[in-house]
């Protein structure tokens, strides 16, 4: 077992390189070839960067620890001494044991890096490090929540044995391949999937070429862009309406193309009436955006091409439901298209031609479809060895699971994903694979086939962005909405959703992972409420597990499984372990909040998902050695869930020691952000708690806790992190001091709850998160108002008003980490590609968007409430709330508010002839006149029965300073100098508020905001 004393800290629970790890995980999004994930997809992976590092710093004693083992200190200094580059200084600096913990979490930030992820010399470091600390035995890493394998990939990295296991058997396939077979097998199982993948391609291209046939002048199709279509339902038009959301192909610079629609009148007939107009396409080069035209359906609004006519979203809803989703084209007898999906044009490649070529439908097209449609009858009719039908009539989940809107389009069954030829396609590749289910790639040859998949369904969608046109695949977001038009990809062909192209990208995969691991992982499909392991086994549990209903996992994952059951057949992975009738994945047990399911009498609903938690949480305590730790990822979207999941740890029997928020959000777009924890996960690092633990005082645990978050607080801004991540590095150490009890008393013996009413006065009705929030709002408020002291105290920011006090926190809660980081340039990659591109269902386009920073309403609250801020009250004065956001108005939304409907000009004519005779009281605020105050919007009255301070009572009615600070910035905007500077003079006589905030501001607004500009050119005008 482990070398290291129960006593000592690990380096996670003191200390943490979060910006480096951040920065190093947002850049892993862009790598593709070879990268592990592009193994199979799994939604929500955790970024390997971060996995690497959390396990090092999990697995590693502090060396500044009194208890660190000695002989850990001597190794450890000459491992890190021996790593390549290791500098003189290095020397001095591992002499000490802070010096060595800075040293070993320098050596962790970088090892970071995808770069060097699987380089000789780190994987050696690492795993010596490892060793080290824990001896010859490796330590057993288990993650019960697995998905993609990230976090048991990155321990087999570093040395140590893996158990992996998850409910889903989609993802223990991907486990399977990942962490036993390709660690087993090495780059054998890459040469092995070479040679039967030729012949798996060889076979596929005889059965299925006749249906994707090539141009008489050679020309090879790679791609097939459809359109379902409805029909116009003008009195006098009838027309195809061609549902599309962008007419462009290609947005290459050097080869633009597009295509425009051309309405021919319909034919008169002897009868008098006349056919509906016909629509066509060509294909053209436009010279700039300009010359395209938009689609013709905006959330699920459609426009008809030849009268302008538009339908309403259910009746394109309803007429593409009597089309069971309209991807397939309807014919009639003798083969001629009567409706249904339209043809735009075919993408092809040409030996003799660069880049891809566009054409418009020809008949031939429209007769291999023909042809595919009867075929697919042909093999609906024979089922499979097991007695499936080949084609998946499973049914999709109900309407309003999660991300799911196509069943209201008339896609009812999983088959109904994909066109007549698609179908065709996959049955046959499926038959073909299904010989190989004994041969050690059977799993590799799935998983190559599920990336042909994943583009090759009617809901796969055409990229024309200028880096690469190609076929975007389904899985592009973590949700199946609606596409209107779609593409689909040749399977036997070489281009992206090929067979070959997958095939390839899984050789590159296996081949470059086969270098990782020096043993294989042991995967298990279980429930982690029921871990199989024996207890005391784990010297690390890490995992990641579900959060609330942000990821369907099980009704996304269906999509594959249906397939993989008919290619696999008979797969022992395959199946629901614990309901032999489901044929689908699990779902009954899965860590889910869906109250579209129930579980017997019982709704999925928060309550379940929250007591699932608790019930993973036992199982993953009752694996852990007593000396053992653990790390749980969770989601910070919003702090609501927090309380009720840390319960469920503490209720467990955890302590929680530290928590590190780590964002994979790139630099490039931290910048321009606009609300906190875009996309930030918390790592949350605990401990089982000392059987003796005993309860706690109230008074004590009230007492330690502004030191212990002051001190944090101090130490990480000093280190750059900042505003939520700050809060969020804090909430660990602040919950040790309540969690390492068993419960926590007043001194009537009254529980103080984890969580409570954060309006109610008394501890045990408040709870212990409201001091939390408390204590680090105002610390931040002190460091950003007060005296730049982060401490705790009594006296935050005196002297400044409600408005100002909310104002600076929210900007101080919007700061971000700063990543130190040169290169950021716009490696984020796909970054252009925004999800209004990829689908445009209804509720899904894109929304106004209204100026302004946001941040999430109940962070802001959960801040807001203790400081004595009553947010509601500023609303429309300082802020906007709507829809669980809170927006801080931009300060030109404040003119009118602020000068009234005369306007900044008036007031300032005013302030330049007054100022002639004195400069004192020159400025008359619309806040500060009697008869327009009352008509103010969001004029704060006191509530009744409020405690309220008598000096914001007063600010509310009256013009504060932050009001006086906008104005003054508003002048500036109007480039009324002379008053401006009148202005200045008075406030800077009035007293030294002014510009302490002003100072405070220009320090708190986002760099590149119009904010920051005016008020950094408003304080150069201000008298010294
Ligand atoms: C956030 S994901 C894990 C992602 C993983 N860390 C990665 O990087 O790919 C959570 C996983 O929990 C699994 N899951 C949900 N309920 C479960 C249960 N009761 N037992 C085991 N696994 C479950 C889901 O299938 C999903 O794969
Ligand atoms: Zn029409």
């Not at 390189?17 to 862009?30: D, N, R, Y």
């Not at 001629?336 to 566009?358: P, S």
């Not at 809901?459 to 199946?480: M, S, Y």
Request: aromatic share 6%; with cysteine; glycine share 8%.
């Amino acid at each position: 077992m482990s070398r290291i004393p129960k006593q000592c800290k690990r380096l996670a629970e003191v200390d943490f390189p979060i910006a480096v790890v951040s920065k190093h995980s947002a850049k892993e999004k862009s790598i593709r070839h070879g990268h592990p994930s592009t193994l199979h997809l799994w939604w929500a992976r955790r970024p390997l960067a971060a996995c690497r590092a959390m396990l090092m710093a999990l697995l590693l004693p502090d060396p500044a620890d009194p208890h660190c083992p000695p002989e850990f200190i001597v190794e450890a200094r000459e491992i890190l001494l021996a790593h390549p580059g290791a500098s003189e200084r290095l020397k001095n600096e591992v002499a000490s044991g802070e010096g060595l913990r800075k040293a070993l979490l320098k050596f962790i930030g970088d090892f970071a890096n995808w770069d060097v992820a699987s380089n000789p010399d780190y994987l050696r470091t690492s795993r010596a490090l490892v060793k080290a600390a824990h001896g010859d035995d490796a330590p057993l890493v288990v993650d019960p929540f697995a998905g993609g394998g990230s976090i048991p990939l990155e321990a087999l990295r570093i040395g140590c044995d893996a158990f992996a296991s998850d409910l889903n058997p989609v993802a223990c396939l991907i486990l399977k391949t990942l962490l036993e077979d390709i660690p087993r097998h090495g780059p054998g199982l890459a040469d092995e999937l070479r040679k039967v993948g030729a012949e798996i391609k060889a076979e596929a291209e005889r059965a299925l070429k006749a249906f994707y046939p090539d141009d008489a002048d050679g020309s090879t199709p790679i791609a097939y862009l459809w359109a379902r279509t409805i029909r116009c339902e003008a009195p006098d038009c009838g027309a195809d309406m061609p549902l599309m959301r962008s007419f462009w192909l290609s947005k290459k610079l050097v080869r633009r193309r597009a295509l425009r629609p051309i309405v021919r009148k319909g034919d008169s007939r002897t009868g008098g009436s006349s056919d509906p107009p016909v629509i066509e396409f060509e294909v053209f080069t436009p010279k700039s955006e300009k010359d395209v035209r938009g689609g013709t359906v905006a959330r699920a609004k459609a426009t008809c091409l030849a009268c302008g006519n538009v339908l309403a979203p259910e009746r394109v809803r309803s007429q593409l439901y009597a089309q069971r989703g309209g991807a397939d084209v309807v014919f009639n007898s003798k083969g001629h298209r009567t409706g249904g999906a339209t043809l735009l044009a075919v993408v092809l490649l040409h030996e003799n031609k660069t880049g891809r070529q566009y054409r418009v439908a020809e008949d031939g097209d429209y007769r291999a479809v023909w042809k595919a449609q009867k075929k697919v009858v042909e093999i609906a009719e024979e089922p499979l060895a097991n007695g499936l039908s080949p084609i998946p009539n499973e049914p999709l989940p109900p309407v309003g699971t999660l991300g799911f809107r196509v069943q209201r389009y008339g896609m009812v069954e999983w088959g109904d994903l994909f066109t007549a030829r698609q179908k065709v396609a996959l049955t046959r590749i499926a038959a073909v694979l299904n010989r190989q289910v004994n041969s050690p790639v059977a799993a590799p040859l799935a998983i190559a086939l599920d990336g042909v998949i994943d583009r090759n369904a009617s809901l796969a969608t055409w990229r024309p962005q200028a880096d690469q046109e190609k076929v975007e695949h389904v899985f592009a977001r973590q949700a199946l909405p609606i596409t209107w038009d779609f593409a689909e990809a040749v399977p036997v062909s070489e281009a992206t959703g090929s067979l070959s192209d997958r095939l390839e990208a899984t050789i590159q995969t296996i081949e470059s992972g086969s270098g990782i691991a020096n043993n294989a992982g042991q995967v298990q499909q279980a429930d982690a409420t029921l871990s199989t392991l024996p207890d005391a086994t784990a010297s690390v549990v890490f995992t990641d597990p579900p959060y609330y209903d942000a990821i369907p996992y099980s009704d996304l994952s269906d999509f594959f499984f249906v397939w993989l059951k008919r290619t696999l057949v008979g797969h022992p992975l395959l199946r629901d372990p614990y309901d032999a009738t489901n044929p689908l994945t699990p779902k009954t047990r899965e860590a889910v909040q869906d109250e579209t399911r129930m579980v017997g009498e019982r709704p999925k609903d928060r309550a379940f998902f929250e007591d699932t938690m608790a019930l993973a949480f036992a199982a993953s305590h009752r694996v852990i050695g007593e000396a053992g730790i653990a790390c749980v990822v969770f989601a910070h979207k919003t702090t609501e869930g927090w309380e009720a999941l840390l319960s469920g740890m503490i209720r467990a029997g955890w302590v929680i020691t530290a928590s590190w928020p780590i964002s994979t959000e790139m630099k490039t777009r931290l910048r321009a952000r606009e609300s906190a924890a875009l996309d930030t996960s918390v790592h949350l690092v605990c401990r089982p708690r000392d059987k003796d633990a005993g309860i706690g005082e109230w008074g004590d645990v009230v007492r330690d806790l502004p030191a212990r978050i002051g001190e944090w607080m101090e130490r990480l801004s000093a280190e750059g992190v900042r505003g939520a991540d700050l809060v969020f590095a804090c909430i660990g150490p602040a919950m040790e001091v309540y969690s390492r009890y068993s419960k926590v008393e007043d001194a009537e013996g009254r529980e103080i709850p984890l969580g409570g009413d954060p309006e109610a006065s008394r501890p045990h009705e408040r709870g212990f998160l409201a001091y939390v929030w408390e204590f680090v709002g105002r610390a931040a408020l002190n460091q950003v108002l007060g005296t730049g002291q982060p401490r705790p105290t009594e006296t935050a920011a005196a002297g400044l008003e409600e408005d100002a006090r909310l104002t600076a926190l929210f900007l101080w809660t919007l700061q971000a980490t700063a990543t130190d980081d040169a290169e950021e340039g716009d490696a984020a990659g796909g970054a252009d590609h925004t999800d209004d591109e990829s689908s445009d269902d209804e509720g899904d386009g894109p929304k106004k968007k209204k100026k302004g920073l946001t941040l999430v309403y109940d962070v802001v609250r959960r801040f807001a409430q203790p400081l004595g801020i009553h947010l509601s009250e500023w609303e429309h004065r300082i802020v906007e709330i709507e829809k669980g956001v809170v927006r801080l108005l931009p300060v030109s939304d404040r003119a009118e508010q602020l000068f009234g409907d005369k306007g900044a000009d008036v007031v300032a004519g005013n302030i330049e002839s007054v100022a002639k005779t004195s400069a004192q009281g020159a400025f008359d605020f619309i806040f500060d006149q009697p008869e327009t105050a009352p008509t103010l919007k969001g004029r704060a009255k006191p509530r009744k029965g409020t405690l309220v301070r008598d000096e914001d009572l007063a600010a509310r009615q009256s013009a504060t300073t932050l009001d006086r600070v906008h104005a003054a910035m508003l002048l500036q905007s109007a480039g009324r100098a002379t008053a401006l500077r009148a202005f200045l003079q008075s406030e800077v006589d009035r007293g030294p508020e002014f510009l302490r905030l002003a100072n405070a501001l220009s320090a708190l607004y986002p760099k590149e905001s119009e904010e920051k500009r005016l008020v950094d050119a408003m304080l150069l005008a201000a008298p010294r």
